[in-house]
């Protein structure tokens, strides 16, 4: 079955970028999307299409690819970005939906 | 725009429980795809089951296939998922969340239903 693999943890000082990273077969051909989860909280869709932003979601969010490697960053992080992230893409070959292993990032 | 999970409990392992999600605030509920996601305490997300948006179709995560039944009524804009067998290891929050037809991302989430296997 098909995987997506990012780092357990990231952390960052208030003010300063961070970078998550997703990786996957073949993932550049794929459209890859990233959730935020907050503790106690649903996920909320935070990036779709690899790029783009749903409506709500700061400028400081931005997404791209290359290779083999989705990467979400978030600038100027603020304490409230303290949250789980996750990757996801839909694997037409089965039908199956996939999510990536989650990165907790912590604002120092 | 809503989504609302109900039927979460506790049931011993081998026995069925089902789960149903509501939907409401949004009209065309006919126009999503509706899954079931699970988080296990501790746990990532895990996707486990859709059901296109015309019932059409419906797809599952390899370990509850055979398990697990995942069906909709458009025009009571519910959604149920009907697990049987479960296992300890079936303990999880189940979340339910929409598609929109011709898209592949999660648009909108429910709170989640938590179902603990327990002996």
């Known amino acids: 079955s098909y995987e997506l693999t990012q780092p357990p943890s990231v952390s960052v000082a208030p003010g300063k970028t961070a970078t998550i990273t997703c990786g996957g077969s073949n993932i550049g051909s794929q459209s890859l999307h990233w959730y935020q989860q907050k503790p106690g909280q649903a996920p909320e869709l935070v990036m779709f299409?690899?790029?783009a932003r749903p409506s709500g979601i700061p400028e400081r969010f931005s997404g791209s690819k290359s290779g083999d490697t989705a990467t979400l960053t978030i600038s100027g992080v603020e304490a409230g970005d303290e949250a789980d992230y996750y990757c996801?893409?839909?694997?037409?070959?089965?039908?199956?939906?996939?999510f990536g292993t989650g990165t907790k990032v912590s604002v120092l | 725009e809503l989504l609302v999970e109900s039927g979460g409990g506790v049931v011993q392992p081998g026995r069925s429980l089902r789960l149903s999600c509501a939907a409401s605030g949004f009209t065309f509920f006919s126009r999503y795809h509706m899954h079931w996601v699970r988080q296990a305490p501790g746990k990532g997300l895990e996707w486990v089951a859709v059901?296109?948006?015309?019932?059409?179709?419906?797809y599952y995560a390899d370990f509850v296939k055979g398990r697990f039944t995942i069906s909709r009524d458009n025009a009571m804009h519910t959604l149920d998922l009907e697990m049987s067998n479960l296992r300890v290891d079936d303990t999880a929050v189940y979340y339910c969340?929409?598609?929109?037809?011709?898209?592949?991302?999660?648009?909108?989430w429910g709170q989640g239903t938590l179902v603990t296997v327990s002996a």
């Open positions: 299409y690899d790029s």
């Open positions: 059901i296109w948006h015309d019932g059409s179709h419906q």
């Open positions: 969340a929409r598609v929109p037809n011709g898209y592949t991302s999660f648009d909108l």
């Open positions: 996801q893409v839909w694997d037409s070959d089965s039908g199956q939906y996939v």
